[in-house]
Each structure stands twice: as C-alpha cells, then as structure tokens.
C-alpha cells in the first residue's frame, strides 16, 4: 500500500499542494516520499527515503517549480527503503515520470526484454519497468499521445496498479490509469487531482469521481477524460459530493482503523497471493535442508506461526517448532546451531524480544529467515532471506490484516515445500493452490454476510464476565487469536484450549450462561469437537460456534451461530475462521464503550524486552 497523489492548478505552484496532500495519505506508506513537477518543459524531482517531514526539512519538498505534478508516498514491496527506489521513477531520457501504488507481477521478464532492448534500470523496484516500457513505446511510435502510449503500456502489465505519468513532451498533462488499486479524481474550478484516496484532496475540495479498474484518466486544464483500457471508449460520469469530516476520510467513512483494517482484508489477502515466485520458493529451500525449524514471534504473530506449525507438518511432513519469542533464549539458546533454522515472524520487524531470539540464534550461527510487513525494519537488516506480507500499513493497534496476511504467505511457503519434498500429490496441490486463489472472495463473503449477526452477539453478550475459546488442531490457533484480540481490545478476560485440553482442569469454570466460543471447521476433528461441545452443553454453557454453511448438525446444538462458506481446507481455515472473531472483539469492544484502535497499556510495536 502506497500513496500516489498529482494535481493539474490553474494557478500557483503545483508543489506545496502534493506536499500537503501526500501527508493526509501518509497512513497508506511512510518510508519514502517524492514529488515531480513540470515547469517550462523541464522535469524536477525530489525525493528520498524517511518520513515526509524528515525528507522535507533535508530537502524542502515545497521549492519545485510549476503548477503541474505528481508525488508518492511509500511502502516497500520490491526494493529497499533507499533514495533510489522512491518514486517518482523516470524512463532513461528523463522526460517521464510516475508513481505508482501496486504491484507488477510480471516486472522480472518486463525488465529482461527492456535490458535487452537497452534501457537502463536505477531501482530495484517493480514500479519502474512501466516508465520504461512507456518510453519504448514511444521509441517505436513517436507520434503517440501520453495517453495512447499509456494505454499500450499498460495492456502489458500483470498485477495491481494506480499510477500517474507526466511528461515534458506533453508538459500540461497528467495520465493515470487502476486496475485493483484506489484512483480517485477530485474537481474544482481552479484545479483537477489523481489520489490514491479522498483525505488527500478532501480540504482542496469535495467533489470527487470515482475511477474504476479498467479505466484510464487524462487531467489537464481542460477538464478530465475517462477511457475504458480495454476498448479506449469514453466514460462519462459525473462527480459525487463528499461529506465526510478529515477524520472520518482518512478512515474512509469507517468509525475506527480496526473495522477499516478487518475490511481490507480481501485485498490484502490478494497482494500476498502475488508474491515473486522466487522469493517464496528461497523461504522454502532453508527449511528443507535444516535439522530443526523454529518457528520464533510474538502475540498474534506467534498465532500465526502455531498455525504454521500445523501447514508445515500437514502439507510437507515437516516438524516445525513454535516458540514464544521471549522464552526462546531460555528454551533453545544453548543447543540452536549452525543446522537450525529461524522463521523469525514479526508485523513490525521491531518487536525486540523476536530480535533478541534472531540475535542471539544468529550468534550460535543459526540460519535466519524474516517474515515481516516492514521492508526496511531491522528484521530485514538481519536475516539472510526476507520476505514481505504485504498488508500495508496497520495503524489499529490489535493485528487483522496482518494475522491473515502471514497465514497466506506461510501456507504459501509450506506448499513450496511439500511439492519440494513431494508430499502432496499434483491434483491435491492444485486444489489447494486453487482454494487459497479464493480465500480473498471468501473473506469477502463472511465479511459482507456475517457483519450484522456478530454485531447481535456482540449485543448479547457484552456483560459477559468470562470467555471461553476452544478448537481442536490448527484451529487450536484461531482460537488463541480470537482470545488475544478479545482480551486487549474489550477488556473481557478469556480463556483459549485445544478442546481436548478442556476437561483437565479449565471445564470446571463452566456454570450456566457462562460463554464458550468453537471453532469448527469441517476437518477429521469435527466429531470429537461435537463431543466437547456437548460437554460443555451439559454444564449450562451458552455455545457460540463458528461453523461451515449448512453444518446442521452444530448449529442445532449452538445458542449463536456464524457462518463461513464451505468447502476450505482444513490448513487454509484458520484464515477464513478468524474474521468473525476479529468481528466480535471489535463489536463487543464497542458495545462496552471502548476505542477499539487504542487498547490501553499497549503500543503498536513493542520495542523493550
Ligand atoms: C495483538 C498484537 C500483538 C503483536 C505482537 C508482535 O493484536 O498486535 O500481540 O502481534 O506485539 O508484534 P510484531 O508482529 O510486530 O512482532
């Protein structure tokens, strides 16, 4: 997720404009910032790695001439946070430049053909094979317009993209185009904007057009062109007033970040499927040879590598093991060597006791492997192969996007590794693979059918004193998780087991009415689990479950029922089984007149041991 921003200003300068706007986006990406702006048939550009004031008290983001220009604001998916991999990017003659929020799937053989055509690459981002395959396709037409050569480019490329152009050929013109990324246009007599999102443009103004997937946009002062990529047909379509309050519009019309975040899940889910084959398949290669896996995080983090446990030893017949960041020192320091291998997972890349467990595995020679959204972040710096979970930013301080994210890229890394080590038959591999194409979908459904009856629980339930969370194997995961996320945002206290483990000892809390969450997905557990619910049916329990579509045989056995679309693998469910429980921390949070995105006594990044 990054930000992109450009305006088009009757009068005045273009600068001071993008400055201001790419800070009302800097929740979308803070690791670089840079500005292009056209003035007197010359380019100039700024741009470097930090946050936005950090680069504009260095450089001053404000001088550049002109009242025409484009700027981004940056998190890194391809490349290091370094000066030369911010945007904007420009072809090899220095007319063109773009910024761009998305990803390219196909940059790496995009970026051979144009090498070998002789173009010269700077960066090593994704982002900038389109500025040079504009260039080329300009080297073969001259007689092109920006737009045409635009919409010829961008026919060539796999992946998601916002991106805005400008070119000192064409000097007064902006071109933008999306396919799964946000473009939106604001309007007003004296200016036109491209933005990632409204909150860039909202004090500028409030009329704003909203820009589809398969449409192109041309701004300039004579008013916008909408096209359809496919066909180049004209698109009309009229602005819509925006009444939303600054606040409101950086959370785009949602109450809190965390509901926003729960809901952006779908997409974020589809940027982790468009991981570099490469890199996925170097995570899969240490695992493989080392004696030992461990797989070492925190918090929801360490949910997300229980979870990974159970994928790596189902699809790969690999015995991975999960440690707790802060005990691993105790627990494995002296005997982690140089056979070892670390699956060090962390959102932040900061967390200091993963560091300290990767440090201290790094001294006894261990082979460290980072699994992190912070291109950049120390856990980076410090393992050998990284790899990122392309969330985003997450500014909520309980994890969402982030949780699902790395399940999809470690189920990813197990699947590598089971067709290494041919556990999994070819037709079983394609329907897995074929499954975790769909979870954004599904994410989408449970999301859009499932919002409503987990708020009526959450109104059911809101006095409750206790919680009980129970699943039985990999869902042993989601219900730690959906545990955590209900304790640090509502404040109710609550209990996770594997259902087996709830008769020796925890079952003699149960009295009537007393609330115990399932989670049941329909895997070789799913008897036993009926027994466990029936245990705790008897003692007066009130059965929340969350079940598979038509799983009538639960339901009739649960006081509340949710449910998620049918048919997921049992490796794949902890993904599409924790929506409704990240739901209900958030509703029950608000029901009990808590700010779900502040949870107190927590921080976002826990850096002291
Ligand atoms: C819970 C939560 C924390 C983090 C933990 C690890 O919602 O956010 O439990 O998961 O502090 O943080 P990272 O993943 O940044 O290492």
Wanted: glycine share 6%.
């Amino acid at each position: 997720m990054c930000g992109i921003f450009g305006c088009v200003l009757k009068e005045g300068n273009a600068a001071p404009v993008i400055h201001g706007s790419l800070k009302r986006l800097e929740y979308r990406g803070y690791d670089s910032v840079g500005e292009v702006t056209l003035h007197n048939g010359q380019i100039f550009i700024k741009k470097d790695q930090g946050k936005i004031d950090e680069v504009h008290k260095l450089h001053n983001l404000d001088d550049l001439p002109g009242n025409i220009g484009i700027g981004h604001t940056r998190w890194a998916t391809h490349g290091a946070p370094l000066q030369v991999n911010a945007h904007p990017h420009v072809d090899c003659s220095g007319q063109i430049a773009l910024v761009h929020n998305g990803i390219v799937e196909n940059f790496v053989e995009l970026k051979l053909e144009l090498e070998n055509r002789g173009h010269v690459f700077q960066s090593k981002t994704d982002t900038e094979v389109i500025v040079h395959l504009i260039e080329d396709v300009l080297n073969v037409n001259p007689s092109l317009s920006l737009t045409d050569a635009v919409l010829e480019t961008i026919k060539k490329l796999c992946g998601s993209y916002a991106i805005a152009v400008v070119s000192t050929k064409e000097p007064d013109k902006i071109v933008c185009a999306r396919n799964e990324s946000p473009l939106v246009i604001g309007v007003n007599e004296n200016a036109l904007y491209c933005a990632s999102d409204i909150p860039a443009f909202l004090p500028l103004t409030k009329k704003a057009v909203i820009i589809d997937d398969g449409e192109l946009v041309t701004l300039s002062l004579k008013g916008l062109e909408i096209r359809k990529i496919a066909d180049s047909s004209l698109v009309t379509r009229e602005p819509k007033l925006i009444d939303w309050t600054p606040e409101m519009a950086v959370k785009q019309g949602y109450p809190h970040f965390m509901i926003k975040e729960i809901h952006e899940q779908p997409d974020c889910l589809r940027n982790t499927l468009r991981l570099q084959e490469h890199y996925l398949d170097l995570m899969a290669t240490f695992p493989d040879r080392a004696r030992e896996v461990f797989l070492v995080a925190c918090g929801t983090s360490y949910h997300a590598c229980l979870a990974a446990s159970y994928m790596f030893s189902k699809l790969a017949f690999l015995a991975t093991y999960p440690v707790i960041a802060s005990e691993f020192i105790e627990q494995h320091g002296k005997s982690v060597n140089i056979d070892s291998t670390i699956l060090a997972v962390s959102q932040s890349g900061e967390t200091a006791d993963t560091l300290a467990a990767v440090n201290c595995a790094r001294q006894r020679a261990a082979t460290i492997l980072g699994l992190t959204n912070a291109i950049g972040s120390t856990l980076t710096r410090v393992s050998r192969v990284y790899i990122g979970q392309q969330s985003g930013p997450e500014i909520g301080v309980a994890a969402t996007k982030t949780f699902t994210s790395q399940l999809s890229v470690m189920a990813q890394i197990a699947l590598r590794l089971a067709k290494k080590r041919g556990k999994v038959s070819q037709d079983e591999m394609d329907y897995l693979a074929d499954r975790l194409q769909k979870l954004p979908d599904i994410v989408k459904t449970i999301i859009e059918t499932q919002e409503e009856k987990v708020k009526q629980i959450a109104k059911k339930y809101k006095e409750a004193k206790t919680f009980f969370f129970l699943g039985r194997g990999i869902s042993t995961a989601t219900a730690y998780e959906g545990r955590l996320k209900l304790m640090e945002i509502a404040y109710v206290p609550a209990i996770a087991f594997p259902a087996g483990e709830s008769k020796h000892g925890p079952i003699s809390l149960i009295e009537p009415g007393f609330p115990v969450v399932f989670i049941c997905p329909k895997d070789e557990a799913h008897k036993t689990l009926i027994g466990n619910i029936m245990e705790m049916k008897a003692r007066g329990a009130s059965i929340i479950a969350v079940i598979e579509e038509g799983d009538e045989e639960i339901k009739n056995l649960a006081d509340d029922y949710i449910e998620v679309p049918k048919d997921i693998p049992e490796v794949l469910s902890p993904i599409p089984f924790i929506i409704p429980l990240q739901l209900l921390a958030y509703y029950m949070a608000v029901e009990r007149g808590f700010n779900p995105d502040t949870p107190r006594n927590l921080a976002k990044s826990v850096t002291v041991k």
